[in-house]
């Protein structure tokens, strides 16, 4: 088989074996939960003009608001076509991963582990299946995507390619950006991309530089004016201290599904320095993940799963780098020793995978399963709220009084039940639960 088709083979069986997993996790019948219902609330909404509205309370995330009217006006009232459009976005970022890892690499070894760990990385499942995931789902396909294209760049036959790769990289860099604010950790990336593989500096490229440099100075501008007055750093929820050394390494532990602990964090320890030391691959790995799973730690709370989704493709490379190498190593000792430590690779690769898709398929399947109340509430309200209001107001009542639903989605899960934006919703009394 040729290089090509070898290629296209590896693709298919990766996008294949991510998507077997969520769909028989139960994925297309999933419902909806929590902020699902103000995102596409804000999608049956959406204007032009919204776009541009910096409320100074709340992230400024447009590319995720033309996402939602872009999904809402393709699906309607469709849960599962919402949770379709998620796997979609999540197997094309496992198809740019496999291309990613293949330019800088230049190894279908590397490029097809890597692509697999990532594809069924146990710890980041809520990312797909939650509707509102999609915020991380879209800056991480971008990001990728960013340097995908920044690496064809180096191999563009003309002048006229290389600037429409890295036009392409800005572009889906700011998209990035404007997507989850976890993404700023880019350029730091792409300049650590470029030292361990460029053909030259990013410095060197000036309009790429450039416009990475103003796609984030514009970013940072655009989050201080929109959240100066958000609950999430006004009321110290995200914050610096030593909590983000403890919520990073427990990340890391979450990902290879061991053990937390102090044990376990001198295990990673030790594992990241060897991997720093290694190659140029593992090195590029692991700069990844501690790189990018900084922005996610920093929060108060607890670490949360969907938030793995970024760092576990620097953790997926630099597995499957390590051991690729050391398989080439066992491979320098004679024909014998080359042939053994490919079914060696083989094995260990292949019981890592089947490993991690034994707590895939569990936790996939959890999450579908915990909107199961949401969607026996949605039904409850639907009955009990009567459908002619008065002057567009719908009063819920004690009868109503959930131990699990915050009443903020009370307004949005009923707009979305009724497909219609104007209704306002006043709750009765207070409500002592499912704050």
Request: charged share 15%; with cysteine.
């Amino acid at each position: 088989m040729n290089p090509h088709g070898r290629t296209a083979v590896l693709l298919a069986l990766l996008l294949v074996i991510g998507g077997a997993l969520y769909l028989a996790a139960g994925l297309a019948d999933a419902y909806l939960a929590a902020d699902d219902f103000q995102w596409l609330a804000t999608g049956q909404a959406f204007t032009w003009p919204s776009l541009l509205h910096i409320s100074g309370d709340r992230f400024y995330r447009p590319v995720v608001n033309l996402w939602f009217a872009g999904a809402f006006a393709a699906c309607g009232p469709s849960t599962s076509c919402y949770h379709a459009l998620n796997l979609t976005l999540h197997l094309i970022t496992v198809s740019l991963v496999f291309v990613l890892a293949l330019g800088l690499f230049r190894d279908s070894r590397m490029a097809f582990w890597g692509a697999l760990f990532f594809a069924v990385e146990p710890a980041y499942t809520q990312a797909i299946i939650w509707v509102s995931g999609v915020t991380t789902l879209l800056a991480t396909c971008l990001y990728v995507a960013s340097l995908v294209a920044q690496s064809a760049s180096w191999r563009a036959g003309t002048q006229g390619r290389r600037l429409g790769a890295e036009v392409a990289a800005i572009l889906t860099a700011a998209g990035a950006l404007f997507s989850h604010e976890a993404a700023i950790t880019l350029p730091v990336v792409s300049w650590i991309m470029w030292r361990q593989f460029g053909p030259e500096a990013l410095t060197k490229r000036r309009m790429l530089t450039l416009g990475l440099v103003l796609a984030a100075c514009g970013f940072g501008v655009l989050t201080v004016l929109a959240n100066y007055r958000n609950p999430v750093f006004s009321e110290s929820h995200y914050a610096i201290g030593v909590h983000i050394v403890r919520h990073a390494l427990d990340y890391i532990v979450a990902m290879y599904v061991g053990p937390s602990g102090p044990e376990a964090w001198v295990a990673c320890c030790v594992a990241i320095a060897i991997l720093l030391t290694a190659a140029p691959a593992t090195r590029f790995g692991v700069l990844w993940l501690l790189i990018t799973v900084v922005p996610y730690s920093a929060f108060t709370w607890g670490n949360v799963s969907r938030y793995h989704y970024l760092p576990s493709i620097g953790f997926a490379f630099a597995v499957a780098a390590a051991l690729c190498m050391a398989g080439d190593r066992l491979s320098r000792r004679g024909e014998r020793a080359r042939r053994a430590a490919q079914v060696v690779v083989l094995l260990v690769a292949a019981f890592v995978a089947v490993r991690f898709v034994k707590f895939h398929y569990p936790a996939a399947r959890s999450y579908v399963q915990s909107m199961e109340p949401w969607r026996a509430y949605a039904e409850k309200l639907v009955v009990e709220v009567p459908e002619d209001s008065v002057d567009r107001v719908v009063h819920i009542g004690p009868s109503l009084e959930s131990d699990f639903i915050d009443p903020i989605y009370l307004e949005p899960m009923l707009r979305w039940l009724r497909q219609d934006y104007s209704l306002q919703v006043v709750v009765d009394r207070p409500w002592t639960t499912g704050r």
